[in-house]
Protein backbone atom coordinates (compact mmCIF):
# COMPACT_ATOMS: atom_id res chain seq x y z
CA UNK A 1 0.00 0.00 0.00
CA UNK A 2 0.82 3.81 -0.25
CA UNK A 3 -1.16 5.63 1.17
CA UNK A 4 -0.94 9.75 2.24
CA UNK A 5 -0.32 10.58 5.74
CA UNK A 6 -3.10 12.41 5.83
CA UNK A 7 -5.38 9.12 5.59
CA UNK A 8 -7.88 7.59 3.14
CA UNK A 9 -11.51 8.40 2.62
CA UNK A 10 -13.06 5.23 0.45
CA UNK A 11 -15.54 6.90 -0.34
CA UNK A 12 -13.81 9.54 -2.37
CA UNK A 13 -10.93 6.79 -3.20
CA UNK A 14 -10.64 3.27 -3.56
CA UNK A 15 -7.60 1.89 -2.35
CA UNK A 16 -5.86 -0.98 -4.14
CA UNK A 17 -3.34 -3.45 -1.90
CA UNK A 18 -0.72 -4.68 -3.72
CA UNK A 19 2.15 -7.46 -3.18
CA UNK A 20 5.13 -8.41 -4.98
CA UNK A 21 6.58 -11.96 -5.10
CA UNK A 22 9.66 -12.40 -6.21
CA UNK A 23 12.93 -15.06 -6.03
CA UNK A 24 15.46 -12.17 -6.31
CA UNK A 25 14.32 -9.98 -9.32
CA UNK A 26 12.61 -12.56 -10.83
CA UNK A 27 8.35 -12.44 -10.41
CA UNK A 28 6.68 -15.46 -9.25
CA UNK A 29 3.75 -16.74 -10.88
CA UNK A 30 0.71 -18.76 -9.32
CA UNK A 31 1.27 -17.79 -5.69
CA UNK A 32 -1.36 -18.07 -3.11
CA UNK A 33 -1.25 -14.71 -1.70
CA UNK A 34 -3.81 -12.90 0.76
CA UNK A 35 -3.75 -9.77 2.59
CA UNK A 36 -4.58 -9.85 6.42
CA UNK A 37 -6.96 -6.41 7.63
CA UNK A 38 -6.76 -5.94 11.15
CA UNK A 39 -9.31 -3.29 11.52
CA UNK A 40 -9.20 -0.46 14.50
CA UNK A 41 -11.06 -2.31 16.85
CA UNK A 42 -8.45 -3.65 19.56
CA UNK A 43 -11.39 -3.37 21.82
CA UNK A 44 -13.67 -6.30 20.55
CA UNK A 45 -10.74 -8.09 19.64
CA UNK A 46 -12.16 -9.29 15.66
CA UNK A 47 -10.93 -11.23 13.47
CA UNK A 48 -8.81 -9.74 10.30
CA UNK A 49 -10.28 -9.56 7.08
CA UNK A 50 -8.57 -11.81 4.85
CA UNK A 51 -8.85 -10.74 1.00
CA UNK A 52 -6.61 -13.21 -1.86
CA UNK A 53 -4.96 -11.13 -4.01
CA UNK A 54 -4.59 -11.88 -8.13
CA UNK A 55 -2.28 -11.72 -10.75
CA UNK A 56 -4.35 -11.68 -13.05
CA UNK A 57 -4.44 -8.56 -15.12
CA UNK A 58 -8.13 -7.77 -14.38
CA UNK A 59 -9.06 -4.61 -12.41
CA UNK A 60 -7.16 -3.37 -10.12
CA UNK A 61 -4.42 -5.65 -11.34
CA UNK A 62 -2.67 -3.89 -14.50
CA UNK A 63 -0.29 -6.71 -15.68
CA UNK A 64 -0.72 -10.17 -15.77
CA UNK A 65 2.22 -12.77 -14.57
CA UNK A 66 4.10 -9.88 -13.40
CA UNK A 67 4.22 -11.51 -9.85
CA UNK A 68 2.07 -8.24 -8.45
CA UNK A 69 -0.94 -9.13 -7.33
CA UNK A 70 -3.55 -6.77 -5.97
CA UNK A 71 -7.19 -6.39 -5.07
CA UNK A 72 -9.37 -3.15 -4.07
CA UNK A 73 -10.16 -3.08 0.15
CA UNK A 74 -13.47 -3.48 0.54
CA UNK A 75 -15.25 -4.34 3.97
CA UNK A 76 -14.02 -1.72 6.38
CA UNK A 77 -16.84 -0.23 8.37
CA UNK A 78 -15.53 2.18 10.23
CA UNK A 79 -12.17 4.54 10.16
CA UNK A 80 -9.25 4.19 12.36
CA UNK A 81 -5.54 3.05 11.44
CA UNK A 82 -5.97 -0.32 10.00
CA UNK A 83 -2.86 -2.69 10.08
CA UNK A 84 -2.01 -4.97 7.13
CA UNK A 85 -0.19 -8.44 6.25
CA UNK A 86 0.77 -9.91 4.04
CA UNK A 87 1.10 -13.89 3.68
CA UNK A 88 2.48 -15.97 0.60
CA UNK A 89 2.96 -19.65 -0.22
CA UNK A 90 3.01 -21.95 -3.05
CA UNK A 91 0.07 -22.45 -5.31
CA UNK A 92 -0.72 -25.18 -7.46
CA UNK A 93 1.20 -24.59 -9.73
CA UNK A 94 3.79 -21.49 -8.78
CA UNK A 95 6.87 -20.82 -11.07
CA UNK A 96 9.57 -18.81 -11.37
CA UNK A 97 9.36 -16.73 -14.22
CA UNK A 98 13.02 -16.84 -15.58
CA UNK A 99 13.13 -14.21 -18.43
CA UNK A 100 11.86 -14.33 -22.07
CA UNK A 101 11.05 -17.12 -24.37
CA UNK A 102 14.40 -15.76 -26.30
CA UNK A 103 16.40 -16.11 -23.27
CA UNK A 104 19.39 -18.91 -23.40
CA UNK A 105 19.50 -20.39 -20.38
CA UNK A 106 19.79 -24.47 -19.83
CA UNK A 107 16.00 -25.96 -20.22
CA UNK A 108 14.60 -26.86 -17.11
CA UNK A 109 11.05 -29.43 -15.95
CA UNK A 110 7.52 -27.98 -15.50
CA UNK A 111 4.93 -28.50 -13.02
CA UNK A 112 2.45 -27.37 -15.65
CA UNK A 113 2.00 -27.57 -19.14
CA UNK A 114 2.30 -24.13 -21.12
CA UNK A 115 -1.39 -23.66 -21.29
CA UNK A 116 -1.81 -23.76 -18.36
CA UNK A 117 0.72 -21.67 -16.86
CA UNK A 118 0.71 -18.79 -19.92
CA UNK A 119 -1.25 -16.09 -19.71
CA UNK A 120 -3.70 -15.94 -23.07
CA UNK A 121 -2.32 -13.71 -25.97
CA UNK A 122 -5.50 -11.12 -26.27
CA UNK A 123 -6.78 -8.34 -24.89
CA UNK A 124 -5.01 -7.50 -21.49
CA UNK A 125 -1.55 -7.09 -20.99
CA UNK A 126 0.84 -10.39 -19.76
CA UNK A 127 4.12 -11.13 -18.85
CA UNK A 128 4.80 -13.56 -21.70
CA UNK A 129 6.50 -17.57 -20.30
CA UNK A 130 7.74 -19.92 -22.61
CA UNK A 131 8.35 -23.26 -21.89
CA UNK A 132 12.07 -23.67 -21.24
CA UNK A 133 11.96 -20.44 -18.48
CA UNK A 134 10.04 -21.88 -15.61
CA UNK A 135 10.79 -22.83 -12.77
CA UNK A 136 8.71 -24.68 -10.01
CA UNK A 137 8.99 -22.99 -6.84
CA UNK A 138 8.78 -25.91 -4.20
CA UNK A 139 6.67 -25.48 -1.21
CA UNK A 140 7.69 -21.93 0.74
CA UNK A 141 5.76 -19.74 2.78
CA UNK A 142 6.60 -15.93 4.12
CA UNK A 143 4.86 -13.57 5.92
CA UNK A 144 5.14 -9.81 6.43
CA UNK A 145 3.42 -7.13 7.91
CA UNK A 146 3.56 -4.18 5.63
CA UNK A 147 2.47 -1.39 7.48
CA UNK A 148 -0.67 0.75 9.22
CA UNK A 149 -3.11 3.25 6.74
CA UNK A 150 -5.17 5.89 8.36
CA UNK A 151 -8.86 5.23 7.07
CA UNK A 152 -10.85 8.55 7.34
CA UNK A 153 -13.83 7.59 5.52
CA UNK A 154 -15.75 4.48 4.92
CA UNK A 155 -18.93 3.78 2.37
CA UNK A 156 -22.27 4.71 4.21
CA UNK A 157 -23.60 0.94 5.33
CA UNK A 158 -27.19 1.83 4.24
CA UNK A 159 -26.22 3.32 0.70
CA UNK A 160 -24.20 1.79 -1.90
CA UNK A 161 -22.48 4.51 -4.07
CA UNK A 162 -19.67 1.70 -5.03
CA UNK A 163 -19.86 0.58 -8.50
CA UNK A 164 -18.26 -2.73 -9.71
CA UNK A 165 -14.63 -2.57 -11.30
CA UNK A 166 -13.90 -2.59 -14.65
CA UNK A 167 -13.67 -5.49 -17.15
CA UNK A 168 -10.41 -5.65 -18.49
CA UNK A 169 -9.91 -9.04 -20.09
CA UNK A 170 -12.95 -9.51 -21.99
CA UNK A 171 -12.38 -11.79 -24.89
CA UNK A 172 -13.62 -13.61 -28.25
CA UNK A 173 -12.68 -17.70 -27.99
CA UNK A 174 -14.45 -18.93 -31.14
CA UNK A 175 -17.26 -17.84 -33.81
CA UNK A 176 -18.69 -20.73 -35.94
CA UNK A 177 -21.74 -20.93 -38.02
CA UNK A 178 -23.90 -23.53 -37.26
CA UNK A 179 -24.30 -26.42 -39.69
CA UNK A 180 -28.18 -26.76 -39.23
CA UNK A 181 -28.93 -23.33 -39.72
CA UNK A 182 -27.03 -21.79 -42.03
CA UNK A 183 -28.11 -17.92 -40.81
CA UNK A 184 -27.03 -18.33 -37.45
CA UNK A 185 -23.66 -18.24 -35.91
CA UNK A 186 -22.27 -18.64 -32.51
CA UNK A 187 -19.77 -16.78 -30.73
CA UNK A 188 -18.48 -17.44 -26.91
CA UNK A 189 -17.30 -14.73 -24.61
CA UNK A 190 -15.06 -14.92 -21.73
CA UNK A 191 -13.97 -12.34 -19.26
CA UNK A 192 -13.24 -12.52 -15.21
CA UNK A 193 -16.05 -11.07 -13.37
CA UNK A 194 -15.98 -7.98 -11.01
CA UNK A 195 -17.63 -7.58 -7.72
CA UNK A 196 -20.61 -5.56 -6.66
CA UNK A 197 -18.55 -3.25 -4.62
CA UNK A 198 -15.54 -3.37 -7.38
CA UNK A 199 -13.96 -6.41 -6.92
CA UNK A 200 -15.51 -7.91 -4.14
CA UNK A 201 -19.20 -9.42 -4.35
CA UNK A 202 -21.49 -10.33 -7.17
CA UNK A 203 -22.72 -7.96 -9.84
CA UNK A 204 -26.47 -7.88 -10.58
CA UNK A 205 -26.39 -7.76 -14.21
CA UNK A 206 -24.38 -7.09 -17.48
CA UNK A 207 -25.00 -5.02 -20.35
CA UNK A 208 -22.85 -6.50 -23.81
CA UNK A 209 -23.63 -4.20 -26.62
CA UNK A 210 -21.91 -3.64 -30.49
CA UNK A 211 -21.49 -1.50 -33.35
CA UNK A 212 -19.62 -1.55 -35.72
CA UNK A 213 -17.95 1.83 -35.67
CA UNK A 214 -15.31 1.38 -32.64
CA UNK A 215 -15.06 4.89 -32.30
CA UNK A 216 -19.26 4.94 -30.80
CA UNK A 217 -17.72 3.23 -28.08
CA UNK A 218 -14.50 5.05 -27.34
CA UNK A 219 -16.70 8.23 -27.29
CA UNK A 220 -19.69 6.05 -25.44
CA UNK A 221 -22.04 7.45 -27.99
CA UNK A 222 -24.55 4.63 -26.61
CA UNK A 223 -27.53 6.63 -28.92
CA UNK A 224 -25.34 4.86 -31.74
CA UNK A 225 -24.39 1.53 -29.96
CA UNK A 226 -26.97 -1.51 -30.26
CA UNK A 227 -27.47 -3.17 -27.24
CA UNK A 228 -27.52 -7.34 -27.10
CA UNK A 229 -29.99 -8.84 -25.13
CA UNK A 230 -28.72 -11.56 -22.75
CA UNK A 231 -31.83 -13.82 -21.61
CA UNK A 232 -32.63 -13.86 -18.31
CA UNK A 233 -31.82 -17.83 -17.65
CA UNK A 234 -28.51 -17.21 -19.43
CA UNK A 235 -27.83 -13.96 -16.94
CA UNK A 236 -28.21 -16.32 -14.08
CA UNK A 237 -25.84 -18.33 -15.13
CA UNK A 238 -22.87 -15.59 -15.52
CA UNK A 239 -23.67 -14.16 -12.41
CA UNK A 240 -20.77 -15.42 -10.48
CA UNK A 241 -18.81 -14.52 -7.37
CA UNK A 242 -15.57 -11.68 -8.48
CA UNK A 243 -12.58 -13.13 -9.76
CA UNK A 244 -14.09 -16.18 -11.13
CA UNK A 245 -13.61 -16.48 -15.11
CA UNK A 246 -17.24 -16.43 -16.98
CA UNK A 247 -18.08 -18.16 -20.25
CA UNK A 248 -21.05 -16.70 -22.42
CA UNK A 249 -22.34 -18.15 -25.76
CA UNK A 250 -24.27 -15.92 -27.80
CA UNK A 251 -25.96 -16.43 -30.93
CA UNK A 252 -25.44 -13.31 -33.52
CA UNK A 253 -28.31 -14.06 -36.48
CA UNK A 254 -27.89 -12.12 -40.00
CA UNK A 255 -30.77 -10.57 -39.96
CA UNK A 256 -28.94 -8.33 -37.51
CA UNK A 257 -25.37 -8.87 -38.09
CA UNK A 258 -23.34 -8.91 -42.03
CA UNK A 259 -21.18 -11.53 -42.90
CA UNK A 260 -17.59 -10.15 -43.90
CA UNK A 261 -18.13 -7.13 -41.35
CA UNK A 262 -16.38 -6.48 -37.98
CA UNK A 263 -18.90 -5.41 -35.37
CA UNK A 264 -17.16 -4.27 -31.77
CA UNK A 265 -18.30 -5.92 -28.64
CA UNK A 266 -17.97 -4.32 -24.67
CA UNK A 267 -19.22 -5.11 -21.84
CA UNK A 268 -20.27 -3.23 -18.39
CA UNK A 269 -21.44 -4.77 -15.10
CA UNK A 270 -24.16 -3.41 -13.46
CA UNK A 271 -24.88 -3.81 -9.35
CA UNK A 272 -28.11 -3.88 -7.42
CA UNK A 273 -28.43 -0.03 -6.58
CA UNK A 274 -27.84 0.68 -10.72
CA UNK A 275 -24.05 1.85 -10.44
CA UNK A 276 -22.21 1.21 -13.96
CA UNK A 277 -18.89 0.11 -14.12
CA UNK A 278 -16.60 1.94 -16.54
CA UNK A 279 -17.02 0.15 -20.13
CA UNK A 280 -14.82 -2.97 -20.51
CA UNK A 281 -12.07 -3.29 -22.94
CA UNK A 282 -13.70 -3.61 -26.73
CA UNK A 283 -13.33 -6.89 -28.52
CA UNK A 284 -14.50 -7.78 -32.60
CA UNK A 285 -16.44 -10.58 -34.35
CA UNK A 286 -16.17 -11.19 -37.58
CA UNK A 287 -19.04 -13.49 -39.15
CA UNK A 288 -16.92 -15.85 -41.64
CA UNK A 289 -19.09 -18.05 -43.75
CA UNK A 290 -16.93 -21.57 -44.76
CA UNK A 291 -15.63 -21.76 -47.83
CA UNK A 292 -17.65 -23.58 -50.84
CA UNK A 293 -16.97 -27.10 -51.22
CA UNK A 294 -15.62 -28.05 -54.68
CA UNK A 295 -17.11 -30.86 -56.11
CA UNK A 296 -15.45 -33.94 -55.50
CA UNK A 297 -13.43 -34.97 -58.93
CA UNK A 298 -12.49 -38.65 -58.81
CA UNK A 299 -8.46 -39.16 -60.08
CA UNK A 300 -8.23 -40.08 -63.42
CA UNK A 301 -7.19 -44.10 -64.00
CA UNK A 302 -3.75 -43.99 -65.81
CA UNK A 303 -3.88 -47.50 -65.90
CA UNK A 304 -6.08 -47.29 -68.97
CA UNK A 305 -3.37 -45.63 -70.84
CA UNK A 306 -1.18 -48.23 -71.71
CA UNK A 307 -3.75 -50.17 -72.92
CA UNK A 308 -4.56 -47.53 -75.52
CA UNK A 309 -0.56 -47.71 -76.01
CA UNK A 310 -0.64 -51.27 -76.72
CA UNK A 311 -3.67 -51.12 -79.32
CA UNK A 312 -1.76 -48.09 -80.65
CA UNK A 313 1.29 -49.95 -81.04
CA UNK A 314 -0.50 -53.30 -82.45
CA UNK A 315 -2.23 -50.99 -84.88
CA UNK A 316 0.88 -49.31 -86.19
CA UNK A 317 2.58 -53.22 -86.23
CA UNK A 318 -0.59 -54.26 -88.40
CA UNK A 319 -0.29 -50.98 -90.68
CA UNK A 320 3.58 -52.10 -91.18
CA UNK A 321 2.75 -55.28 -92.16
CA UNK A 322 0.00 -54.51 -94.49
CA UNK A 323 2.27 -52.23 -96.14
CA UNK A 324 5.36 -54.43 -96.14
CA UNK A 325 2.88 -57.17 -97.90
CA UNK A 326 1.79 -54.48 -100.52
CA UNK A 327 5.10 -53.22 -101.34
CA UNK A 328 6.43 -56.66 -101.81
CA UNK A 329 3.43 -57.58 -104.05
CA UNK A 330 3.93 -54.75 -106.73
CA UNK A 331 7.41 -54.83 -107.04
CA UNK A 332 6.85 -58.88 -108.03
CA UNK A 333 4.52 -57.53 -110.23
CA UNK A 334 7.07 -55.26 -111.96
CA UNK A 335 9.94 -58.00 -112.49
CA UNK A 336 7.51 -60.15 -114.38
CA UNK A 337 6.83 -57.63 -116.87
CA UNK A 338 9.33 -57.84 -120.38
CA UNK A 339 12.34 -55.72 -120.83
CA UNK A 340 11.75 -54.61 -124.80
CA UNK A 341 7.85 -54.67 -125.65
CA UNK A 342 7.26 -53.31 -129.67
CA UNK A 343 5.22 -51.11 -130.12
CA UNK A 344 2.24 -52.05 -133.34
CA UNK A 345 1.13 -48.84 -134.89
CA UNK A 346 -1.33 -49.00 -137.71
CA UNK A 347 -1.87 -46.96 -140.54
CA UNK A 348 -5.42 -46.33 -141.28
CA UNK A 349 -4.43 -44.75 -144.72
CA UNK A 350 -2.72 -47.96 -145.93
CA UNK A 351 -4.71 -50.21 -144.70
CA UNK A 352 -7.51 -48.54 -146.93
Not at 124 to 139: A, D, H, K, Q, Y
Not at 168 to 183: C, F, G, Q, W, Y
Not at 255 to 270: H, M
Not at 275 to 294: C, F, H, R
Request: aromatic share 8%.
Amino acid sequence: TSAPPDGVDLNKHPMVIFAEVKQGTNPVMGADVRALITLPDAANATDPIEIKLLDSGSDPDTLQGDGIYSRYLTGVTITGRIIVKAEVKQGNNSIINKGSSTSKRKKRNLIASESEISPDRCCGSFVPLGRIIGEPTGNFSRSEVTGSVKITGVPDPGSDKIPPSKIRDLTVKNTERDDANISVYYSTFEWTAPGDDLDSGIVNNYSLFFTDNITNIYKEDFSLIRDYEISSEIIDDILQEAGTKVSLNISLELSTFLEGVPYFFALIAEDEKGNKSPVSNIVWVILNPPPTEQPMVAPYDWSWIWIYILIGVGVLIVLGIIFGVWCRHRSKKEDELPLDTPSMWVDKTQAE
